[in-house]
């Protein structure tokens, strides 16, 4: 079993609506979390982190954390083409105190 | 602002060569990673650095090495490269915790012929 998964994608949402993303992970005990986006041939860039159960705004993004069921979710409301991109979700390890463990990524397209 | 840099953008090398990957950050982090990302295996970490001269394996160190004499700059060493070695590398910096921010790299595309 994967430490940290996600669903490939492609999303597929229109310009406008909610996209949700989903990530599970195995570490009852991580403590951090974080979205990364990544555009088709650049690095990862660092969209939120949430540590504590519940929700998480910053402008159009919402992340929510359930430790109990383990898993994380980025809201991205109003949708935009811009926001097509391959999301990355990053949970800490508990092995080390420095690693985070990053999930393979769901690929969001917004269609105009 | 973060600023973590990468020495090449591209690089294509032959089989046997070694190749020298330079990292640099300006935000006095400790803590220092490479990893690779191929398609659908997501981002592998191959090694990381939380303070200078010390280093701990990641998930992929084989056919890896790497060198931290200064906490801005950490270097990703391959010996004696080998074409499963072409991949996209990238290096990231956080402050202390994994609770702190990775911060990325632009990436160096690695060509091995």
């Known amino acids: 079993q994967k430490e940290v998964e996600q669903n490939s994608g492609p999303l597929s949402v229109p310009e406008g609506a909610i996209a949700s993303l989903n990530c599970t992970y195995s570490d009852r005990g991580s403590q951090s979390f974080f979205w990364y986006r990544q555009y088709s041939g650049k690095s990862p860039e660092l969209i939120m982190f949430i540590y504590s159960n519940g929700d998480k705004e910053d402008g159009r993004f919402t992340a929510q954390l359930n430790k109990a069921s383990q898993y994380v979710s980025l809201l991205i409301r109003d949708s935009q083409p811009s926001d097509s991109a391959t999301y990355l979700c990053a949970v800490s390890g508990m092995d080390s105190s420095y690693k985070l463990i990053f999930g393979s990524g769901t690929r969001l397209l917004v269609r105009p | 602002d973060v600023k973590v840099t990468q020495s090449s953008r591209y690089l294509v090398k032959r089989t046997g060569e070694k190749v020298f990957l330079e990292c640099v950050q300006d935000?006095?982090?400790?803590?220092m990673f490479w990893y690779r990302q191929d398609p659908g295996l997501g981002l592998r970490l191959i090694y990381f650095s939380y303070d200078v001269k010390m280093k701990e394996k990641g998930d992929i160190p084989e056919g890896y090495s790497v060198s931290r004499e200064k906490k801005e700059r950490f270097s990703l060493i391959l010996e004696s490269a080998s074409t499963n070695q072409t991949s996209m590398y990238l290096c990231?910096?956080?402050?202390?915790?994994?609770?702190?921010?990775?911060?990325f790299g632009p990436g160096t595309r690695l060509t091995v012929l």
């Open positions: 935000m006095d982090h400790e803590n």
């Open positions: 990231a910096s956080s402050y202390q915790t994994s609770a702190d921010t990775q911060y």
